[in-house]
């Protein structure tokens, strides 16, 4: 899962992630892929469910603000549907793991 070349390892705060619980109330803003990892990791089950309900806003901005266009596609796989949402965040996180560690060897 290497980097693209346009990969953005920090993003300006304008184009930061919003973490949200509902379409209203934000918990968490992140402007890189270990804030995201961080906020996803702290984040109550609602708003992980909030983000993948209806598609997969992780990946959305991860693909149109920080340019990884593989992690993003892998992202987007993941959603809360019936299963545990506790598995569906370990998901998230370990593919954030790998992504992270990755763009810091490149």
């Known amino acids: 899962m290497k ?3 346009k990969f953005q390892f920090s993003v300006p ?6 973490m949200k ?7 968490a803003e992140v ?7 961080e906020a996803i990791e702290k984040a109550p089950a609602e708003s992980i469910i909030f983000h ?3 598609g997969n806003d992780f990946a959305a901005w991860i693909r149109e ?3 990884h266009t593989t992690l993003s596609q892998v992202m987007e796989e993941i959603r809360a549907g019936s299963g545990d949402i506790e598995s ?5 996180l370990t593919v954030l793991d790998l992504a992270i560690e990755m763009a810091k060897e490149a």
């Open 52 to 54: 993948t309900r209806d």
């Open 65 to 67: 603000v920080v340019h």
């Open 13 to 18: 705060p304008e184009r930061s992630f919003k």
């Open 31 to 37: 402007v890189d892929l270990e804030g995201l990892r």
């Open 88 to 92: 569906t965040r370990l998901r998230m």
């Open 21 to 27: 619980s509902d379409h209203s109330r934000v918990i």
């Open 3 to 5: 980097p693209p070349k």
